[in-house]
Nanobody
Framework: HVQLVESGGGSVQAGGSLSLSCATR????????LAWFRQVPGKEREAVAV???????SYADSVKGRFTISRDNAKSTLYLQMNSLKPEDTAMYYC?????????????????????WGQGTQVTVS
């Protein structure tokens, strides 16, 4: 059974930085992929960044160059470093996990109907 617990959200001024963490339990590190999604009320949940078990990553165009996804296998933790934050980054941020690697391990193809999910952490940029 996979469990994901996000932390690190909060309020920050535009141009500032935040770092999100996601403690993962039950997710195998040898295969599959992990991701950060975000959602604002009234809109669909969108993939922000994905990292595959081999370390390769993909990012939404809106966050490229500002956000960095990483993982610490020893700590079973997924991270999202967010720099140069903008008001439009305001959202609930979720981490997600899929146990098998596949075409879905990419921001273009991973949808909110797939995988295990955390409860979310709120990020507010003003």
């Amino acid at each position: 059974h996979v469990q994901l617990v996000e932390s690190g959200g909060g309020s920050v001024q535009a141009g500032g930085s935040l770092s999100l963490s996601c403690a993962t339990r039950g997710h195998t590190r040898r295969s599959g992929c992990l991701a950060w999604f975000r959602q604002v009320p009234g809109k669909e949940r969108e993939a922000v960044a994905v990292i595959i078990s081999d370390g390769s990553t993909s990012y939404a165009d809106s966050v490229k160059g500002r956000f960095t996804i990483s993982r610490d296998n020893a700590k079973s933790t997924l991270y999202l470093q967010m720099n140069s934050l903008k008001p439009e980054d305001t959202a609930m941020y979720y981490c997600a996990a899929v146990s098998r690697t596949g075409i879905w391990c990419d921001v273009r193809y991973w949808t909110s109907s797939l995988g295990y999910w955390g409860q979310g952490t709120q990020v507010t940029v003003s």
